[in-house]
């Protein structure tokens, strides 16, 4: 006879954390979210760890290079998605080890024969109004000029106009040499008054900008997460069918940290891979597995060797795999179930292994609940591709702006790796979707409000660091009477209109 579980697994939203005394000592400056990344032994401190409980998901629509960098910045990491070819992957892991702060590769790129509506169309998906005209318009082309708003006014121009005759020509520019510092760069847009500095190589080729905006924030991030040779920090993802080439092209380009990616990870397949990992390189590459929903799945991937376990099946906002195959567990039963497992296996075994509480967060309160209940950090994906950083397109539809975001499993992806169970070589049927997000802005910013209600609501718990959170948080199941009651209700809302 089938197993039933005596209680119906829950979400998040089924629970709230029950306010502890809050000292003098619990204000927000106070809490540390620092984290582990990876596993280590009682007594220890882990190889890797975090500066914020953050990382973002393996996916297209979510982690490329310049999220990896803006979250290492912020202290968190990015785990670069797999479903690409090795090579290209590869190459996003050295763009970020090879990245130097404050020197911006151009994402907003023209040719001298576009015209003023290609520039319009660009700024509307860049939001960038700094332009580079390159001979081939690419980033790293022959430099030609600069396009920034003060070159063209569209009530006084015709769309139809070339770049060529309205931008401004490099040989009024200033630019900086290949091997400028940051120093360099910066007391050069000051002393000449500049708001964006070219640096080009010895043939011409834009190598990348310096902007004047940017000074005080390379000056401000004291989270960031950087290697021993002060370079930041990023993940891949690998699968678990090319493993053997793509391994080690990953660990060649620098990636700090690699990751399974798969929608079920209590499989042969996993051990397969990371026995493969272990055979080769011992302890020295760090790689997570995953994903599971109960303490079988956790103890079989932490005896195989992972350095971390990621916990969710089904509850990303794109994910349906629970509507296709009917597979998966409430998000927060199956993290505090896997806690328990760790735990336990932290006690038998004096191995700490860490657990990513992957998909279900909707709100920022969720994200303290996730580890009030066990996570040591979180992986997101809807909540990252709102942003700036993230690599989709950005649109305007119906009057809103919205960023693309599209899951491993839907057809957009074909990410047919990630669901593989030995041996098909195509997508049978789509677990995720073709979506939008609405646009949210810049990572740092939204980064820093979320984490600051973290903060403020483990203070309200008298707590200041997570395993403290994690220790001692008192948490409660809500009714669904009690979960109305938590919203507005019995008012009606004063219109913010500008017609009100």
Partial sequence: MAYYYPEPSRTFSEYLLVPGFTSEECI??????????????????????????????????????????????????????GSQSIESEAAMVAKVKSYKAGFVSS??????????????????VTGHSTMAVTEDGSPNGNLMGLVTSRDYRVSRMDESEKVADFMTPVERLVTAPKNTTLKQANDIIWEHKLNALPVVDDQGRLQSFVFRKDYSAHKD?????????????????????????????????????????????????????????????????????????DREGFLYLAEAGADFVKVGIGGGSICITREQKGIGRGQATALIEVAAARDEYFEKTGIYVPIC????????????????????????????????????????VNGTYV??????????????????????SDLAFEEGVDSYVVYAGSLQDNVAKSLYKVKSTMCNCGMITIPE??????????????IVEGGYHDVTLRSTSNNA
């Fill in 469 to 482: 959170l994690q220790k001692n948080a008192k948490i409660t199941v809500v009714s669904a009477t009690s």
């Fill in 28 to 81: 927000p400056d106070n809490v540390s979210l620092k984290t582990p990344l990876v596993k280590y032994k009682r007594g220890e401190e882990p190889a890797l760890s975090l500066n914020i409980p953050l990382t973002s998901a393996i996916m297209q629509a979510v982690s490329d290079d310049k999220m990896a960098v803006a979250l290492a910045k912020e202290g968190g990491l990015s785990f670069i998605y």
């Fill in 357 to 396: 509480s992957d998909g279900g967060i909707v709100y920022d309160y969720h994200m303290t609940l996730a580890l009030a209940m066990g996570a040591d950090f979180l992986m997101l994906g809807r909540y990252f591709a709102r942003f700036d950083e993230s690599p989709s397109n950005k649109l305007m």
């Fill in 221 to 293: 991030n004291p989270n960031e997460i950087l290697d021993a040779q002060k370079r930041y920090m990023v993940g891949a993802g690998i699968n678990t069918k090319d493993y053997e080439k793509r391994v080690p092209a990953l660990v060649e380009a620098g990636a700090d940290i690699l990751c399974i990616d798969s929608s079920e990870g209590y499989s042969v397949w996993q051990k397969r891979t990371l026995d493969f990992i272990r055979g080769k390189y011992g302890d020295s590459v760090k790689v997570g597995a995953g994903n599971v929903v």
């Fill in 107 to 124: 994402d907003s790129n023209l040719k001298p024969d576009d015209t003023l509506a290609d520039v319009l169309a660009l700024l509307k």
């Fill in 403 to 424: 960023k693309e975001y599209w899951g491993e499993g839907s057809n957009r992806a074909r990410n047919w790796q990630r669901y593989d169970l030995g041996g098909k």
